[in-house]
């Protein structure tokens, strides 16, 4: 027993295709057969060998293993290898070509000489006809002699496979069998003019080749299902078991498309009325290009500078941007098995050996799985939660050393692990602290306050008000010796005690503005602690200055 994943590596790794690999991985453990990694790369204008690699590292993340294919190793992980490589489309072109000649010699197989023109004049006339266009057999119309001498003369031409007439029946073991009623698949192409072969024809020959005999894909591709039974049998092939798998969309029930990203950003960029790009994002012809073009779309940097820029959460698409977000990996692979797969009774929650144990095809949803990011938010946290105080730190940290490293930079190892279990509580993913902690990064010189009513509330109301309370604490700090979370709590409290009625946010709060800017970070004594003496002094005597300096606000 054997499934395969099968990307065409164009772009990034797609929730969908994270999910199609992970039930073939997991339908191969549970039948104790193996899982193989094929590279469908013959597209050479969308492949990318970045991409290649992409998305093997997105698949080692999630804990995807395959047993054959690509070699792969990162740290421990070490994956594929085999006796039936290459396991790369490209590098396989004359195994295609043995197979495809002998179609031909075998007359299953023919070249056809019509150019594009002729083609589409076909296509037309077909139209003005009424009639849906199938493909003439031009080609085959042609004596051996004539075939022989348009190639020798290096006429451009592909080769059609010669469909037999006849119903084809698919069955498949999620969605149940369909037929599709004869003359429905007419001469398609199974190679280009440009020498490679289809995609129909590569597959075909692949999963033959390679031994595999269950083949879980994209409801995408049912349809070409019945190209690749007819061409199996014309090959003499066996047929592997065939199940599709329905979309994945968005709750709204759209695609899921990498153009929600810019579909969020134009509605932000509408919304502020913008007509040049933020500083430090991109250039203005880019800008304006994408402004001027709804079909345009801005790549990933671009967009998330300006997503940053204008303070909006890109809408996570691809396995990579999940990670980016500081989900987990097992997280994720949980909820990806739950959007279309449900392994009876109402458990949510379990890991990917629970999923290779179980997983089996009865229980494949057939209907488009609806993808809520509200519940896998809800997921990670109470994971994130579950998690011992270390290991959150660590997954934290190994997080920063990836996608933050100017703020790791910037702290010292103390400071960081304060933050992090500081930020463990309300962390909702890996991300959330390098997001809501800019204020540590900020210079003390450089921090600015905003006069908006939850700062003005802490800081002008109450008798006394904030800003008083933080022109009587500040001497206060300034004796504090020993500037550590217990002192700081003792100070503060006593002080909280002797000015504010015991009420500690009626300090708290003030003391918050004044060091981070903002009314959002770890518990104040964390907080001061992770930003040393110098600065906490630094940033009230800023603040201070800001507030009198502010109509209205000297308090
Ligand atoms: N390479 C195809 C794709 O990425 C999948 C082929 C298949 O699973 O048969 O859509």
Known sequence: MKTRFAPSPSGHLHVGGARTALFNFAY?????GSFLLRI?????KRSSDAASIGFLKDLAWLGIRWDEGPEFADGHVHCGGGKAGPYFQSERLEVYADELNRLVREGKAYHAFDTPDELEAKRQAARAEGRSYRYDRAGLMLSPDTVQRYLDEGRPSVVRFKAPEGPVTIADEVLGSATLPAGEVDDFVIRKADGYPTYHFAVVVDDELMGVTHVLRAQEHFNNTAKHILLQDALGYRRPVYAHLAIICNPDGSKMSKRDKDRILRAAVKERG????PHGTMDDAVFEAWVADKNVQLDL????RLADALDVQLPEINVDDFRRSGYLPEVLVNFLALNGWSPGGDREKFDLAFICREFDLPRVIKTPARFDRTKLLAFNLDALQAMPREAFVDRVRAHGDEFHPFFMEHLSEAQFELLAAASHERSKTLDDMFRTNRWVLTPDEKLAWEDTKPVRKALTGGGPTGLDQLRALQPILADLADW??????????????AHAGGQLGRIAQPLRIAVSGGTVSPAIFDTLAILGKKSTLRRIER???WAAASAGLAG
């Open 28 to 32: 191969a453990r549970r039948l104790e």
């Open 40 to 44: 469908e790369d013959t597209d050479q």
């Open 274 to 277: 913008l007509e040049a790009p």
């Open 301 to 304: 940097e671009h967009a998330m």
């Open 484 to 497: 550590t979370v217990p002192e700081l709590e003792r100070v503060i409290t006593e002080f909280a005690q």
């Open 543 to 545: 603040c201070l200055e």
